[in-house]
Each structure stands twice: as C-alpha cells, then as structure tokens.
C-alpha cells in the first residue's frame, strides 16, 4: 500500500513462497539489483571462468537479478517455471512457478539446461508467526492471485503497477490513508 512506511518495502511486489503458521517467506519482484547480472555472477561464483563466459546461450543474460529481500542477501533464490525440477531441491509453489535455492540450478542455466523461465533473487523478505497478517489486517498490503505473467514477461518497472491492476486497482487512486469500515 501507498502508505507503507518500511521503505525497504514501499511499492513491493512481493511473491509469497511459503505461508504457515510459524510465518511467511517471499520473494521482493520489483527490485532489480543494480549492476548485477547473470554472466558475472556466474564467473564470480567460479561457475564458469571468465574466457566461457562469451559461449553462454543469450537467454542466460536474460535471466533478471533482483534484490529478494532483505533477509539473506548473499543467497540466491530462483524462481522459475515448472519444467525444471531438481530432486529435493525444488519445491513447487503452484502450478507455474517454483523455487530453487541451490547453486545447481546456476550451473544448469550456464549449461543451458536450466528452466525455460526464471529470475535469480538475492535474498528473501521473511515475516514471523503471525506478522504478516497482522500487516495485512493493518492495511500494509494489499494481495493479488498469483501470476507467472507478472514473474517471467513483464518487466521489473511495471509488476507494482501489474499488480495492482490485476485486482482492479488503478493506482492513480490508492491514497496513502486507510482505514476500517
């Protein structure tokens, strides 16, 4: 909501992973790292040497990085679409998407053998018992189904925008004042 006052999270799109009674886990959508990409993770984190780098497949510099959250920030976690699977690794969140934190997901994409849609988050955003809902009831957030659209083909700038017109929300009209009817 307009209205947010946690600034690592004002205008967040943010993809819950995983929701239950001891708390939430999900990824920030519309935070792109800044110069940050791909390939030079991929070299830096000794995956490929630097000379492999020009042989990787052009939808390899493709792949989105992000800023997930604050929680973890030096973890990488790949959201991605379902004809991926790594066995014990990835955990399907629904039907379109799934996430994968492990470095082999990585070396599958520099292979090009990795999912035909994905997007690297660094960190994680991450809410205890009961804290999210408290935001929510709180009229912190707002929430929409989600949409592997908004994930793999729409761009970092337009997701919040995405979102809340997903809903049918015109975001000219959020006000940054809520209350309780």
Known sequence: MPGMTDERFARSVVYVCAHSAEGAMGIVLNRAAANVNLPDLLVQLEIIPEQERIRLQPRVGLVQVLIGGPVETTRGFVLHSPDFHISQSTLPIDD??????????????????????????????????????????????????????????????????????????????????????
């Open 96 to 181: 379109q998407v799934c996430l994968t934190a492990t470095v082999d997901i990585l070396r599958a994409i520099a292979r090009g053998e990795g999912p035909r849609y994905a997007v690297l988050a660094l960190g994680y955003a991450g809410w205890g018992a009961g804290q999210l809902e408290h935001e929510i009831q709180a009229n912190g957030w707002l929430n929409c189904p989600a949409d592997a659209e908004l994930i793999f083909n729409t761009s970092v700038d337009e997701r919040y925008e995405f979102a809340l017109r997903r809903i049918g929300i015109d975001p000219g009209m959020l006000s940054d004042q809520a209350g309780h009817a």
